[in-house]
C-alpha cells in the first residue's frame, strides 16, 4: 500500500475547488453530482462549514429532511449558534415527527433572535 500525503495547503485549495464545483452543478440543476462532491469533501474533511450547510440545503430541498439532520447537527456541534442551521434541523425534526427535539431548536432560535419572525 502506497501512503501519499498533501500539504495542508494542497487540501484546502481541492476543498475549495470542491465546494465551487458543487455550487456550479447545484446551479445548473446537478443534484446528484453535487451531492457526490460535498459527501467526499465531508470524508477528507468532516467539519467543513460550507459542505455542511449544501449537503443539508440540497437534502433539504429534495424533501430528505431526515438525511439532513446529522449534516445539521455536525454543524451545529461547530457553530452551536448557527440561527440558520437550528431553523432548518428544527424543520428537518418536524418532518419526521420528532416535535419535542424540533420544538427544542426552534426555542434555542428565540433565544437567539427574539425578534425574528
Not at 440561527?83 to 428565540?110: H, M, R, T, W
Request: overall charge negative; some cysteine.
Amino acid at each position: 500500500m502506497i501512503n501519499i500525503t498533501f500539504p495542508q495547503e494542497e487540501i484546502q485549495d481541492l476543498i475549495e475547488r470542491g465546494v465551487s464545483a458543487a455550487e456550479t452543478f447545484i446551479k445548473n440543476q446537478k443534484w446528484g453530482e453535487a451531492e457526490t462532491i460535498l459527501r467526499q469533501i465531508l470524508k477528507v474533511n468532516p467539519e467543513c462549514q460550507p459542505a455542511l450547510r449544501m449537503v443539508s440545503q440540497l437534502l433539504i430541498s429534495h424533501q430528505k429532511g431526515a438525511d439532513a439532520i446529522g449534516f445539521y447537527e455536525k454543524l451545529l456541534e461547530i457553530k452551536p449558534n448557527d440561527f440558520e442551521a437550528l431553523n432548518n434541523v428544527a424543520l428537518c425534526y418536524s418532518s419526521v415527527g420528532d416535535y419535542e427535539k424540533a420544538i427544542e431548536k426552534l426555542e434555542q432560535c428565540i433565544e437567539l433572535e427574539p425578534d425574528n419572525p
